[in-house]
């Protein structure tokens, strides 16, 4: 179903494209940006030990929140990409990441078949070229390494809420969406070799709404989600029978 998310839109916010929306977001990302939306889903998950992991890489690292948790984990080392130079400024004063780059996720210069994770948060739903992002995913994985997307959940999409900011108090700003559901992942992951091995997903819960009144209108209702992808190995058995599988 891949398409624009402005058909949805139900809040009429001025909307900036990604490179400058990000850019007019960089100097207060940090301080309004949720946890609850990506770094509590990477937290619960169940089929990746990143305190074993030696390398990892940063899709759309913005200004580092993730590698911050990252290497509070134990991530030996750490490259992150972004399409925003003012965000990767805001990364690069927190010294956590060996090596950053204002790249693309679908074409990040990163090394292949490098890295034992690579993470990608809240960026997938601003890409167009979908199949291009995990084509680029699965190239950087080693054999057994996996690929942990977390983002924005369709649902909001498509109930009309954008990815949005308040750069100055009651006047919100939106960034450009692209709506991808879930079997638009699954599509474009399988073909690009990958296997689906975790789907989280989160729900406005009651301390959320605690926190943000706002947030009332959504309780209950899916807000993110994270997927764990692992690389489709094929496995002859002693009758010639091929069987894919993940290690």
């Given at each position: 179903?891949?398409?624009?998310?402005?058909?949805?839109?139900?809040?009429?916010?001025?909307?900036?494209?990604?490179?400058?929306?990000?850019?007019?977001?960089?100097?207060?990302?940090?301080?309004?940006?949720?946890?609850?939306?990506?770094?509590?889903?990477?937290?619960?998950?169940?089929?990746?030990?990143?305190?074993?992991?030696?390398?990892?890489?940063?899709?759309?690292?913005?200004?580092?929140?993730?590698?911050?948790?990252?290497?509070?984990?134990?991530?030996?080392?750490?490259?992150?990409?972004?399409?925003?130079?003012?965000?990767?400024?805001?990364?690069?004063?927190?010294?956590?990441?060996?090596s950053l780059a204002?790249?693309?996720?679908?074409?990040?210069?990163?090394?292949?078949?490098?890295?034992?994770?690579?993470?990608?948060?809240?960026?997938?739903?601003?890409?167009?070229?979908?199949?291009?992002?995990?084509?680029?995913?699965?190239?950087?994985?080693?054999?057994?390494?996996?690929?942990a997307v977390v983002?924005?959940?369709?649902?909001?999409?498509?109930?009309?809420?954008?990815?949005?900011?308040?750069?100055?108090?009651?006047?919100?700003?939106?960034?450009?969406?692209?709506?991808?559901?879930?079997?638009?992942?699954?599509?474009?992951?399988?073909?690009?070799?990958?296997v689906l091995i975790?789907?989280?997903?989160?729900?406005?819960?009651?301390?959320?709404?605690?926190?943000?009144?706002?947030?009332?209108?959504?309780?209950?209702?899916?807000?993110?989600?994270?997927?764990?992808?692992?690389?489709?190995?094929?496995?002859?058995?002693?009758?010639?029978?091929?069987?894919?599988?993940?290690?």
């Amino acid at each position: 179903m891949t398409q624009r998310f402005d058909p949805y839109d139900r809040r009429g916010y001025p909307t900036l494209d990604v490179a400058e929306g990000y850019a007019a977001w960089a100097p207060c990302y940090d301080e309004t940006a949720n946890n609850r939306l990506d770094i509590a889903l990477l937290s619960v998950l169940t089929s990746v030990d990143f305190s074993r992991v030696a390398h990892a890489a940063d899709l759309g690292c913005g200004s580092g929140r993730i590698g911050c948790w990252l290497r509070a984990r134990g991530v030996e080392r750490l490259d992150g990409i972004d399409a925003s130079a003012p965000m990767l400024e805001r990364a690069a004063q927190k010294n956590f990441y060996d090596s950053l780059a204002v790249a693309d996720v679908t074409r990040t210069g990163l090394p292949h078949g490098s890295y034992d994770v690579v993470v990608c948060c809240l960026a997938t739903c601003h890409v167009e070229n979908l199949a291009g992002f995990y084509s680029e995913g699965a190239r950087l994985l080693r054999p057994h390494a996996r690929l942990a997307v977390v983002d924005y959940h369709p649902f909001m999409l498509l109930k009309g809420v954008p990815t949005h900011f308040e750069l100055h108090p009651g006047m919100p700003i939106a960034i450009s969406n692209v709506i991808h559901l879930f079997s638009d992942h699954v599509r474009a992951a399988c073909a690009a070799g990958l296997v689906l091995i975790e789907l989280q997903e989160q729900i406005v819960a009651a301390d959320w709404v605690a926190d943000r009144p706002g947030m009332a209108m959504h309780a209950g209702q899916p807000i993110s989600f994270a997927m764990v992808w692992g690389k489709r190995v094929e496995q002859k058995d002693g009758a010639g029978m091929v069987a894919s599988g993940v290690p």
